[in-house]
């Protein structure tokens, strides 16, 4: 089992930039492809970006190309950098852990650990 735990979440002007990381525990968290989520209030959680188990693809939502990039290191992190935010961009960030046999992609049933999240606020 993996355990996920987000921090980095804070308030950042809009147009302003922001690291979110995510540090995974458990013995298998390296073959694990790792998401992340947002959800905005009164909205459904939606795709950011993902990464595969070996760091070797990377995959974004088109809002955040170009924009928002996504790492893994050798370890046990996940960083998902984001430039330019907008307004539309606060909320909740979660990161989440896919199993070998699900792999990467977008949609929510691929992950079957999550963290708690945590938030980001974007001022105009």
């Known amino acids: 089992q993996v355990h996920v735990v987000e921090s980095g979440g804070g308030l950042v002007q809009a147009g302003g930039s922001l690291t979110l990381s995510c540090a995974a525990s458990?013995?298998?968290?390296?073959?694990?492809?790792m998401g992340w989520f947002r959800q905005a209030p009164g909205k459904e959680r939606e795709f950011v970006a993902a990464i595969r188990w070996d760091g070797g693809r990377t995959y974004y939502a088109d809002s955040a190309k170009g924009r928002f990039t996504i790492s893994r290191d050798n370890g046990n992190t996940v960083n998902l950098q984001m430039n330019s935010l907008k307004g539309e961009e606060a909320g909740i960030y979660s990161c989440?852990?896919?199993?070998?046999?699900?792999?990467?992609?977008?949609?929510?049933?691929?992950?079957?650990?999550w963290g708690e999240g945590t938030q980001v606020t974007v001022a105009s």
């Open positions: 458990g013995g298998m968290f390296s073959s694990y492809s």
């Open positions: 989440a852990a896919s199993p070998p046999t699900a792999g990467v992609g977008n949609f929510e049933t691929q992950y079957g650990y």
